[in-house]
């Protein structure tokens, strides 16, 4: 006999940003990715300090990963789960008509330079966000993770 499962089961995120201006942006991000239960969060060639504003101690309740290269990070992105790059390109598709996959990782660049194209190129997709400039990171990926929540239901 087969165990059925509710396919919520199956779905995780994660959500990171490569090389961060502040580490402000981290720590915001850091407590959305906490309040909308993603399974971790990430930064690539940069370190995180604890802050003594984080009030929540995201610290101890969401794993944080420090990658020292883009490669490094690449070689962990699991099985069967999408890269998703936040930029503006001419190639992304508008958040308001991405299907979000049930498992992700969101990668963000810095408000400077954006997401390399090295990277981009080993995005599975692209999704941009609304408007003319770049947004803060912090709160791009914060629009990021509420869009997710709420296409695929799991705000409940």
Not at 2 to 16: A, H, L, S, T, V
Not at 59 to 76: G, R, V
Not at 139 to 156: E, P, T, W, Y
């Amino acid at each position: 006999m087969r165990r059925k499962w509710d396919k919520k089961e199956e779905r995780y995120f994660g959500i990171g940003i490569y090389r961060p201006k502040t580490q402000e942006n981290l720590g915001t991000l850091w407590r959305t990715a906490l309040i909308y239960k993603a399974s971790f969060i990430f930064v690539i060639e940069a370190k995180y300090n604890k802050k003594s504003s984080d009030v929540m101690k995201a610290w101890s309740k969401i794993p944080l990963f420090q990658y020292e290269t883009m490669e490094a990070f690449l070689s962990t992105v699991p099985y069967s789960c999408k890269l998703v790059g936040i930029e503006m390109d001419k190639n992304a598709v508008p958040i308001k008509d991405y299907t979000h996959p049930d498992r992700a990782i969101y990668l963000l660049g810095s408000e400077d330079h954006g997401l390399p194209k090295e990277l981009k190129e080993k995005c599975h997709d692209l999704v941009y966000l609304p408007g003319d400039n770049s947004l803060n990171v912090a709160v791009a990926g914060s629009i990021s993770i509420f869009d997710r929540i709420n296409k695929l239901g799991l705000d409940d």
